[in-house]
């Protein structure tokens, strides 16, 4: 079997906007040309990728499947990319740590910033995703450290405690009103919650919470980022979750309001991961030190 590069980011561009021709013109390609590409790909799989719709193309269930090797390759190929534009540049090597935003915000943006100016010859490279990719990251040796939820954790690994955090309640002033008091799971669970989506820590915590009480999750206001989370609490959609060093970044108005929770169910612990295979060991050592003695002095 043989196809380029340029065939993989088409297929995935194709993906990400459900039309050959926006994938085509994205990627600075004849539209027939890219048809040819992706007909040359379906006969060498023996399997159609995607299939027509009035206003575009849609991925087959088939291609489902296959497209998950592609995104491995396409991972492997930046990879690839990456470390070889290190060794050129002369650079130590290159490690890439998967973490989530909350982690980003909260530790490991402090963290990175103290080992580049320990270790300038090591490139460094962030994937902000949340708890479960980090994991599948990890799994499929894109990234070299992952820093997860330490109850989301699904993986075979050597696992080494991080961080901790906690979630505060978000709010809407004109739509809610709090005492001082902390909020407790009985009185959240009668409240319309907006939580990050599948895979996220802040979404397991939630489940976790609601089955407790033998209670089911609705989830109807699922969002991707907090910055989403932020717009739809200050609607009063719904009250938001989300850890205090995350709210602090927005700078948020007054007319957000935050409350502790009660309990501790919406403690979180994270753990690091990494995977050795292409990072240099010594680079890799390094990294892994440096952010364990952070986490172990707190700053």
């Not at 040819?36 to 399997?47: N, S």
């Not at 982690?103 to 580049?116: E, K, T, Y």
Request: with cysteine; proline share 4%; glycine share 10%.
């Amino acid at each position: 079997m043989r196809f380029d590069t340029t065939t993989v980011h088409l297929v995935l561009a194709i993906v990400e906007e459900g039309s050959i021709s926006r994938a085509a013109d994205r990627l600075g390609l004849a539209v027939a040309a890219a048809s040819r590409r992706v007909t040359d790909l379906e006969e060498q799989l023996g399997a159609k990728l995607f299939r027509r719709v009035p206003h575009g193309v849609e991925v087959t269930e088939s291609g489902d499947k296959l497209l998950q090797y592609l995104k491995q390759i396409d991972n492997l190929i930046d990879r690839l990319e990456g470390d070889a534009k290190a060794l050129h540049d002369g650079l130590d090597g290159r490690i890439i740590i998967g973490a989530p935003k909350a982690v980003v915000i909260a530790f490991l943006a402090p963290d990175l910033a103290n080992i580049q100016r320990k270790y300038p010859n090591i490139s460094l490279k962030v994937v902000e995703e949340n708890s479960r990719i980090v994991q599948q990251l990890l799994r499929d040796k894109v990234i070299d450290v992952g820093i997860y939820e330490n109850k989301s954790g699904f993986l075979d690994l050597g696992k080494i405690p991080y961080r901790d955090d906690r979630l505060v309640m978000v709010y809407s002033r004109a739509h809610f009103r709090f005492g001082t008091a902390p909020v407790e799971l009985d009185e959240l669970i009668d409240l319309p919650v907006v939580s990050l989506g599948k895979g996220s820590a802040v979404l397991a915590a939630v489940q976790r919470a609601y089955r407790s009480r033998g209670r089911q999750f609705a989830g109807n206001f699922s969002v991707a980022g907090f910055d989403t989370m932020l717009a739809l609490v200050r609607h009063g959609l719904g009250v938001g979750l989300m850890p205090p060093d995350v709210l602090r970044s927005f700078h948020p108005e007054r007319g957000v309001g935050s409350a502790e929770l009660g309990g501790d169910w919406h403690h979180r612990s994270y753990v690091l991961s990494c995977v050795e295979g292409h990072a240099q060991p010594q680079t890799l050592h390094n990294v892994v030190t440096e952010l364990l003695a952070s986490a172990r002095t707190g700053r």
